[in-house]
């Protein structure tokens, strides 16, 4: 008779070449930490700026619009954001939305990408380095990704990622401190390792931290909750029990503007005519979301 463990495996092959990526950047990032008193004021500001873009890459575009479709971005803005997702240098958008989807289809299970039931680690790193299990392969090829591939902004970056990545996550932000302001060329080079260092691993706390620590309003049955740490070094995706339980709301939370620097982008964005339809939920559905979670919560503790 087969055992819970032969029959679900929980350890799965470390990809070498992740693992020597992830350590090598990070590595990288800590010797930066000990220049930083060294670089050049506007290379501080430079490497800041290129947080917050590379940022909007992940949250406003891989996830609020391409995963989610919580909204519609006309031609120019869905550019700047498959350029801003190549900043932040994870994986092509199409990879990333497919992923994403199963991780909210199959949540903390063997078929969810980042699933946060094999501890803190691999949520955060361990889904990285490591091979996907085999539910996440087979279960994500059932993953509808049809409006993905009918988008050409998607496939072009696809099948330009890896050279649009180099470009803009690490060549362009290295060489404009040197050549604007005369920065170390060597200086400009750690100080955008770091910022690329910070911006992973602000993306990867949504699926540790988030999934780890937190309140959770609105589902207490599920792992993902809401964690204003994580939303304040992520620009609004930390409140990720709401976002669970409401995936189809483009302001991933009931708090505004509180935290939610890529709520503020997409709502400018629609100012200037660049976004449209976006959704949201109706506060009566929300209130009675977490009512039904605090009778539950309730019932439970009699």
């Known amino acids: 008779m087969k055992t819970e463990d032969t029959e679900r495996p929980l350890r799965t092959p470390v990809v070498l070449k992740k693992l020597i990526l992830v350590v090598s950047v990070h590595l990288i990032a800590i010797r930066a930490l000990f220049l930083l008193h060294k670089l050049h004021v506007g290379t501080l500001l430079f490497g800041a700026l290129c947080y917050q873009l590379a940022g909007l890459g992940i949250t406003a575009g891989a996830h609020r619009l391409w995963s989610h479709r919580s909204y519609k ?3 120019p803005l869905r550019i700047f954001l498959a350029l801003m997702s190549c900043a932040a240098w994870q994986i092509p958008i199409l990879q990333w939305a497919r992923d994403h989807r199963t991780h909210h289809k199959f949540t903390d299970t063997d078929a969810d990408p980042h699933n946060a039931t094999r501890g803190l680690f ?3 790193f361990g889904s990285i380095i490591c091979q996907k299990h085999d539910d996440v392969v087979t279960k994500g090829k059932t993953i509808s990704v049809d409006d993905l591939l009918a988008d050409p902004v998607v ?13 803009m996550c690490i060549i362009l932000p290295t060489w404009i401190p040197y050549y604007c302001w005369n920065e170390s060329l060597i200086y400009s080079y750690y100080a955008t390792v770091l910022r690329y260092c910070l911006t992973m691993n602000a993306a990867f706390a949504v699926n540790s931290f988030a999934h780890w620590a937190g309140s959770k309003p609105y589902d207490r049955t599920i792992t993902p909750a809401d964690n204003e740490v994580v939303a304040l070094i992520t620009m609004g995706e930390g409140f990720h029990n709401y976002h669970h339980a409401f995936p189809q709301d483009y302001s991933t ?7 939610n620097p890529t709520k503020v982008f997409i709502d400018v964005m629609a100012y200037l005519g660049q976004v449209y339809d976006r959704k949201s939920t109706p506060k009566h559905h929300i209130e009675a979301r977490k009512n039904r979670n605090a009778k539950s919560a309730h019932l439970h503790l009699q």
Request: hydrophobic content about 50%; overall charge positive; proline content about 4%.
């Open 122 to 124: 691999f949520s955060h």
């Open 253 to 259: 939370s009931e708090l505004g503007i509180k935290w």
């Open 155 to 167: 496939r072009i970056q696809k099948r330009f990622f890896i050279p649009g990545a180099l470009f």
């Open 73 to 75: 971005a006309k031609l």
